[in-house]
């Protein structure tokens, strides 16, 4: 359903964009400001359809129908100051600066949204790791509540390891890893039941350590 309105949409504004050879004179300029505001016409409409067919890109996609509506709006005025000088005021201008111009802003908005796809490229790929990182905490925690359950006499001590652990940056460094990696040994040593106390208070020791370098490293 929004598919078929955007086309409908996309056709009124071409016939309005058509209508114009009904009072206009017909000229080179004139051709080539209507082919042109149809191209923008349909960027945005395929722009638009795009993001409601792909919900899950909409952080980044918002940003196409955004720009090509800026795009579309200032090639119109654009091309509307070079028709009315040359039917109203009877200054002629070259069709050449007239389609290089629209080359130009073409060029600067389609710069503007490679800018804005390396933008999202980055943040995906940062998410993607911040992800990771909360889904390898999650799983220690989940690994230290199994232990809580095993030996309710530590308890209060294995509590503490889970609170630390819920409440660390998921944030990291490679550099980190030989933290992240003994945490994690150390967690499943705790299965053979010896010296769970002591163990744990090593664990809040080393949970603090790669919490402090992770602080140090923002």
Not at 53 to 75: D, E, H, R, S
Not at 156 to 169: F, G, H
């Amino acid at each position: 359903m929004k598919t078929k309105s955007i086309v409908v949409i996309g056709l009124i504004l071409a016939i309005v964009a058509s209508a114009l050879f009904l009072v206009v004179k017909i000229t080179t300029l004139f051709i080539c400001a209507y082919i042109i505001a149809l191209f923008g016409i349909a960027l945005l409409c395929m722009g638009t359809v795009y993001l409601f067919k792909n919900p899950g890109t909409y952080p980044w996609f918002a940003a196409f129908p955004m720009v090509i509506k800026i795009y579309l709006t200032l090639q119109l005025t654009l091309s509307a100051i070079f028709i009315i000088s040359e039917n109203i005021y009877n200054r002629s201008f070259s069709v050449n600066w007239f389609i290089l111009l629209h080359i130009a802003l073409l060029a600067f908005f389609a710069i503007l949204l490679v800018v804005l796809k390396v933008g999202k490229d980055v943040i995906v790929k940062r998410e993607a790791v911040v992800k990771e990182k909360v889904t390898a905490l999650r799983f220690m925690q989940l690994d230290v509540e199994s232990l809580m359950r095993k030996f309710p006499a530590y308890e209060k001590d294995l509590r503490q390891v889970r609170d630390e652990l819920r409440y660390s940056d998921p944030m990291s460094h490679p550099s980190l890893a030989y933290y992240e990696e003994q945490i994690q040994r150390e967690i499943a040593a705790l299965n053979d039941g010896k010296d769970i106390a002591g163990r744990a208070s090593e664990l809040l020791r080393l949970i603090a350590d790669r919490n402090s370098r992770v602080k140090v490293m923002k």
